[in-house]
């Protein structure tokens, strides 16, 4: 089973139903409840998208959400060793690089993101959501 990483903007697309991107992250979320994929993020962007999430909704609710999410996905942990890579390394934003070293600690298949110019230097394979649905379509075939 593919093991797949989501950045933070494709968790909040889905929760806030922000359009036209939620379609493809419903569509993920989807794959995964039919165990398709096995769906990861790290606890940086759990943290992430609970700051956000709390400028549009009540706590209760965006707490709610996440107990939800996390039914769904597995979260990674950021590590000192994960930020020490982070700020040794020679990718231009340090958050992003942290995602990269926790998808790659943790044995991630690809990232999924919609800020691809900032994985550009990944060593892990680095997908917008609509390539992975495509690439998942083919290998179905």
Sequence with gaps: MIRVFLDTNIIIDFLTD??????????????ASRKSIELFTSSHSFATTHYILKKLLPDKEVRSALTKLNQHLKILPVTEKEIQHALSSNHQD????????????????????????????????????????????????
């Design 94 to 141: 340090f958050e992003d690089s942290i995602q990269i070293f926790t998808a790659l600690n943790g044995n991630i298949d690809c990232i999924i993101t919609r800020n691809m110019k900032d994985f550009k230097t990944s060593p892990v394979k680095v997908k917008t959501p609509d390539q992975l649905l495509q690439s998942l379509n083919h290998s179905s075939k």
């Design 18 to 31: 922000r359009q036209p991107f939620a379609l493809h992250a419903t569509d993920i979320f989807r794959l």
